[in-house]
């Protein structure tokens, strides 16, 4: 099942943690992640649009996760769209 995160993330939670495993990283902030013993807040497929608003993150942290990916074309364009202007990747 995927659980879907359509009404606006909490101001001390516009960060988020794509890819985020079992290590907590990115400090506070939505974890996403395709794999569900790691207890992710969304399950997310990171190679696919991602279920977010528009400008719904300040910043997003990817942590070993890029190079997983083996066409970045959607996922880089899915951070553009789900970061606020001169949002951060981290």
């Keep these: 099942m995927r659980r879907l995160m359509t009404s606006p993330v909490p101001p001390k939670y516009r960060r988020l943690d794509l890819g985020a495993g079992t290590v907590l ?36 942290f990817c942590f070993d996760l890029i190079e997983h990916i083996d066409d970045l074309t959607v996922l880089m364009s899915e951070l ?4 606020i202007p001169n949002g951060h990747l981290c």
């Design 25 to 60: 990283g990115a400090g506070q902030a939505v974890r996403a992640d395709l794999v569900l013993a790691t207890n992710p807040d969304v399950v997310v497929d990171a190679s696919q649009p991602l279920p977010f608003r528009t400008d719904a993150f300040e910043k997003v």
């Design 80 to 83: 553009h769209r789900i970061l």
